[in-house]
């Protein structure tokens, strides 16, 4: 078990930190994150269902396929989250909405130094000026 809890949480990291996309903002923020829930679910079944063939009595171990079904499901939902909301705060026709910002890595190439540097950023502020 502790294999899987190691598992879970190395796939949840990855997932949450290579989701570099465009700015655009989705047009239904709650249909994307069930649909990446819904994906999750069924990703987690199968690496649940691939971990249990590996064991010597697979039809003992069938509620790994639940746990990687409950993990996937958790994962894809804090992806699909993390993935809809662009930066703290974001000012809409004079209204101002506060959110958790979504963390993105960049590599730069620091000319003085001649170093590549992998650093993370994360938008603070955004909104639609008329």
Known sequence: MK???????????SALLSGASTA???????????????YGGAV???VGAAIMAFTSKPGNHLDYMA?????GVLTG???G???????????????????LPM???????APASKQTVICWRANLL?????
Do not use: C, W
Not at 24 to 37: C, I, K, L, P, S
């Open 24 to 38: 655009f903002a989705a047009d239904n923020v709650f249909r994307e994150m069930f649909q990446d829930a819904f």
């Open 67 to 71: 746990y990687g079904a409950a993990a």
């Open 126 to 130: 955004s909104g639609t000026f008329n």
């Open 81 to 99: 989250l993390a993935h809809s909301v662009r930066s703290l705060a974001t000012i809409e026709n004079g209204k101002v909405r506060i959110a």
């Open 3 to 13: 294999f899987f809890t190691k598992l879970t949480t190395l796939l949840t990291l």
């Open 77 to 79: 939902a804090t992806y």
């Open 103 to 109: 963390i993105i890595p960049d590599v730069v190439d």
């Open 44 to 46: 987690g079944t199968l």
